[in-house]
C-alpha cells in the first residue's frame, strides 16, 4: 500500500534523537538473500493477482456503499481487509496484541502509529477497522490499488502545497465529526532505518479540535521483514500490531507526547 503523510501543522515533538539508538525497531543486517528476493516477488504477484477480482467487487459495490455510507464505507473497507490478510497470511504471520482497546468500529477515533515499512498497512488493515488514511496523489492513479484506495475514502494530499495540508486536516475533521476514524503515521513519512523518529503535532491538533480519542499502535517487525527502499526483499518472520489504550485528546501537545511515548517503550521492549 501507499506511503502515508502527515505533514501538516508540523510543529514536531521534543527531539527523539537521545532515545534514537536506545532499542528502536531497526531492519537487521541486510545482506542480499535471493531467497528473501524471490518471497518479495511472490508476495507481489499474489497480492496484485488478488487484488483483481476483489477490485471488481468493489466496482461493483461502490455507488451503493456511497450512497448509503458515503463516510465510513464499511463494505469497501471489508475487501481491502480481506485483500491485506490473505496476502499477508501465507507469507508472515502479523499478531494484534491489545484488541480489547480498540474502540468500536463507528467511533471517530484518531489511530496514530510509527512508519517504517511498505508493510505497515497491510499490518494496520488486521485491526479490521474502516479507518480512512493520507497519502500522496500519485499513488491514487496506481492501477487497481490507488483506484481502490480512491473508491474506499482515503485522502489524497498534494505533499508541497500548504492548501492541500490544510484540506487533508479539514477532510479528517469532517470524518471524524460522521464518526469514521482516521488513520495518521505522525512521523511524517517512513522511517529510513527503521528508527522512529520524531512526531508531527498534526494528527493531535485534529484530535484536540473534535474531542476524539487518539489510539495509539505500535507496529513491531515490520522494517525486520521489509526495510524501507528494499522493497524487493522480503524476510522470514512475524509481526506485531500492538494496539494501547486510548487517549482522551484536549491538548495536542501533550497528547503528541504521551502517544510517542507508549508507542516508543513498546517498540523498545518487544524489539
Same mark, same amino acid.
Given at each position: ?96 496484541? @491489545? &484488541? %480489547?482497546?480498540?474502540?468500536? =468500529?463507528?467511533?471517530?477515533? #484518531?489511530? +496514530? ?6 508493510? *505497515? ?107 524501507? @527502499? &528494499? %522493497?524487493?526483499?522480503?524476510? =522470514?518472520?512475524?509481526?506485531? #500490531?500492538? +494496539? ?6 484536549? *491538548? ?20
Amino acid at each position: 500500500r501507499a506511503r502515508v503523510a502527515d505533514r501538516a501543522s508540523v510543529v514536531p515533538r521534543a527531539s527523539a534523537s537521545a532515545a534514537a539508538d536506545a532499542g528502536a525497531s531497526s531492519p537487521r543486517d541486510e545482506k542480499v538473500s535471493v531467497i528473501a528476493i524471490a518471497r518479495a516477488m511472490c508476495f507481489y504477484l499474489v497480492t496484485f493477482t488478488l487484488a483483481l477480482p476483489l477490485f471488481a467487487a468493489m466496482c461493483a459495490m461502490f455507488p451503493f456503499t456511497y450512497l448509503t455510507d458515503k463516510y465510513r464505507r464499511y463494505a469497501l473497507s471489508f475487501i481491502n481487509d480481506i485483500w491485506a490478510v490473505v496476502s499477508t497470511s501465507l507469507f508472515f504471520k502479523v499478531e494484534v496484541i @491489545g &484488541k %480489547e482497546n480498540l474502540p468500536p =468500529a463507528d467511533a471517530g477515533a #484518531v489511530y +496514530v502509529a510509527n512508519h517504517a515499512s511498505y508493510l *505497515d498497512i497491510y499490518s494496520l488493515f488486521h485491526l479490521r477497522r474502516p479507518f480512512k488514511f493520507i497519502s500522496k496523489v500519485s499513488n491514487f492513479i496506481i492501477p487497481i490499488i490507488g483506484w481502490s484506495m480512491y473508491m474506499t475514502g482515503h485522502i489524497a494530499l498534494k505533499r508541497t502545497d500548504r492548501k492541500s495540508q490544510m484540506k487533508t486536516l479539514k477532510d479528517c475533521r469532517e470524518l471524524l465529526q460522521k464518526d469514521c476514524p482516521v488513520l495518521f503515521f505522525p512521523e511524517g513519512t517512513r522511517s529510513p532505518d527503521g528508527k522512529m523518529g520524531d512526531f508531527k503535532k498534526g494528527a493531535f491538533s485534529v484530535a484536540a479540535k473534535e474531542k476524539a480519542l487518539v489510539v495509539p499502535v505500535t507496529l513491531v517487525g515490520t522494517a525486520d521483514r521489509m526495510a524501507n @527502499g &528494499k %522493497e524487493w526483499m522480503l524476510r =522470514a518472520g512475524g509481526i506485531k #500490531v500492538i +494496539v494501547h489504550p486510548p487517549i482522551k485528546c484536549e *491538548d495536542a501537545q501533550a497528547c503528541c507526547d504521551e502517544s510517542y511515548r507508549v508507542i516508543k517503550e513498546a517498540l523498545v521492549q518487544h524489539s
